[in-house]
Structures are given as C-alpha cells and as structure tokens.
C-alpha cells in the first residue's frame, strides 16, 4: 500500500453503517455467526479514524465461512481477499483496494485473535485517557508515515502494550 493515511473525525454515521451490516450478515449467514462485533477506532466513540468501518464476525469454525457464504457476502458488496499471513482470520473488503469503506474480520469465536480485538476496543472505551493516547499516537503518524501499512507498524506497539494491560486485567478480575 501506498496511499498516505487521512483521519476524519468521529461520526455517529459510524454506528449506524456498522449496525445495517450486521443486520445483513445476520440475514446472510444466521446461524453460522457466533457474534458481529464493531470493532476498530470508528467503534470508540470520540475517535479519529481512517474511516472504514470494522466489522467482526465470530465463527464456531472458519471453515463455516465456504464457498456460498463468500458468495452471498459478495452480493452485499464484501469481496474475499486472501490474506495468507493471517491464517487465523478471513478478510473481505469493501469498495476499491487501498479505498475500502467497509472491513469484515472473521475469527473463530474464543480464538486469541478474536479476543484481542474486542479487549482492545473495550479497553479504549472504558479508559477514556488511554484513548486520548491513542488519538495522539494516530494523529501523529498519520503525519509522518508514508503510507498505511507504515502506520499500521508504527501503531502497534502500542496496541501490543494496550493488549497486554487488557488481558491482565481480565485476568486480574477472574481471580
């Protein structure tokens, strides 16, 4: 990816685009879903963010998500893309590569990777402080990185950090 990264301010719009697609992929796939969860910075409210909507679907198993089910997200605009560094979770976008306006994640349900999402996103939502943080990291590599997946790099230690405080605190609270 070359594209340089552009954070708008937070949009109520967010919540309401994110909830029309669930709606749709819980009319597509019914039982198969586990949970949809919005996810990503457009889910915490007050966030800047590149604005593509995350949306995270929970699954018993990915081999639920086959040949029809990637057809029938298709007709709603979802197109499969591969993504073989991430074999754990099944990509699909929407709209142009590198100009997407919609992202669904699919995840085994109780997976780590579906885990971390959502203790991320939580923890962000009820650490209002942490989230300022975060808008300050984002605003500032938004500045100085090239391109998105530079971006991306860059914000992960952080997000590794903000994990890692999640889950012990999950942790901490089951104990």
Not at 18 to 26: A, P, Q, T
Not at 113 to 133: Q, S
Not at 142 to 154: H, N
Request: aromatic share 10%.
């Amino acid at each position: 990816m070359t594209n340089k990264v552009t954070l708008s301010n937070y949009s109520d719009l967010w919540a309401q685009e994110f909830e029309k697609d669930r709606n749709r992929i819980l009319a597509l796939l019914g039982d198969k879903v586990k949970r949809i969860e919005h996810v990503g910075s457009t889910s915490i409210p007050g966030m800047a963010a590149k604005p593509i909507i995350d949306i995270a679907v929970a699954v018993d198993h990915l081999s639920i998500i086959d040949d029809c089910a990637i057809a029938l997200l298709n007709q709603i605009g979802f197109e499969y893309v591969p993504k073989e560094d991430f074999p754990n979770r099944m990509f699909f976008r929407r709209g142009e590569w590198g100009n997407g306006t919609h992202h669904l994640h699919v995840y085994e349900y109780e997976s780590e990777e579906w885990k971390n999402i959502i203790f991320f996103r939580d923890y962000l939502v009820k650490y209002p402080d942490v989230a300022v943080k975060y808008l300050n990291l984002k605003r500032e590599m938004a500045e100085i990185c090239p391109d998105r997946q530079t971006y991306t790099l860059c914000k992960a230690p952080f997000i590794q950090k903000i994990l890692a405080q999640a889950n012990e605190e999950c942790n901490n609270t089951q104990q």
